[in-house]
Nanobody, 124 residues
Framework: QVQLVESGGGLVQAGGSLRLSCAASGRTFSRYGMGWFRQAPGEEREFVAAISWSGGTTYYADSVKGRFTVSRDNTKNTVYLQMNSLKPEDTAVYYC?????????????????WGQGTQVTVSS
């Protein structure tokens, strides 16, 4: 089993930046893909970004491509989400998750464990 703890959320003005972190403990972190998802009030949880176990491959939702960057440091058991040029529509609770299988990086159901989430609010 693995425990995931997100941090770095907060309130920022449109056009600003935040960097989210997700610290993992427990099961070997470096062998598994990691993803970031977000959920706005009244909406379904949606894919934001993901990264392969080695960091060599990254995936992004079209809505964040060019603005967000996902990365990981396996020596620190941490995955990051750098968010630039933030927009009010980026407001949501952001979750990190780990996937142990070889399924899609884009689907909620393919992830095995989730963090508790961190709130990101972008004001206009």
């Amino acid at each position: 089993q693995v425990q995931l703890v997100e941090s770095g959320g907060g309130l920022v003005q449109a056009g600003g930046s935040l960097r989210l972190s997700c610290a993992a403990s427990g099961r070997t972190f470096s062998r598994y893909g990691m993803g970031w998802f977000r959920q706005a009030p009244g909406e379904e949880r949606e894919f934001v970004a993901a990264i392969s176990w080695s960091g060599g491959t990254t995936y992004y939702a079209d809505s964040v491509k060019g603005r967000f960057t996902v990365s990981r440091d396996n020596t620190k058991n941490t995955v990051y989400l750098q968010m630039n040029s933030l927009k009010p529509e980026d407001t949501a609770v952001y979750y990190c998750a780990v996937k142990y299988n070889s399924g899609s990086y884009y689907r909620v159901l393919d992830y095995d464990y989730w963090g508790q989430g961190t709130q990101v609010t972008v004001s206009s």
